[in-house]
């Protein structure tokens, strides 16, 4: 009921590492997974790329990487920060830290929250959710080892039935 596709591996492609992944389903149907390219180092500046992978089958195969940041970059800024449309981190408590991407589901408008399903149970950072057309739940999230949470940016699809739903 979940199945796992990396889409993007640090040190390849002719990236030093991928960060900070968003995905969205477009008018059409067609999936958008973006994240950032970063050339040189894991640093948050410096020689950066945005890049994007398109699917038209809901998520199962995908586009080759294509570089966008010319045509979504202005000229003049000299920094931009990308980042997932929505997200939460838990900074304190017995779960903070970027361990264990779990995915939870609530049926009352957030009162309780009963469902959660561990995508990842090592290092794990920034997440972005999407639905396809047929209803599959899309993640799209960073997560590694033991010592570096961004080794990969992975796709998680989760049928419905896998939240209860």
């Not at 997974?33 to 050339?39: D, H, I, K, L, P």
């Amino acid at each position: 009921m979940i199945e796992k596709q990396t889409l993007f591996t640090r040190g390849e492609g002719g990236y030093h590492t991928y960060r900070i992944p968003a995905i969205l389903t477009a008018k059409t149907g067609t999936l958008l997974a973006v994240c950032e390219g970063r050339r040189d180092s894991g640093s948050d500046t410096g020689n950066i790329d945005l890049l994007l992978r398109r699917s038209e089958d809901q998520g199962t195969t995908w586009s080759e990487a294509i570089e966008i940041t010319a045509s979504t970059k202005q000229s003049e800024w000299t920094w931009y920060a990308t980042g997932p449309g929505a997200g939460l981190a838990i900074e304190r408590g017995p779960h903070k830290g970027r361990r264990n991407m779990t995915l939870r589901a609530s049926f009352d408008e957030a009162e309780t929250w009963p469902v959660a399903l561990v995508l990842h149970s090592g290092l794990a950072a920034y997440s972005d959710l999407a639905v396809a057309p047929d209803g599959t739940i899309c993640c799209l999230y960073e997560c590694g080892a033991e010592e570096r949470y961004s080794e990969q940016i992975v796709l998680a699809r989760i049928q419905p039935e896998a939240l209860g739903i």
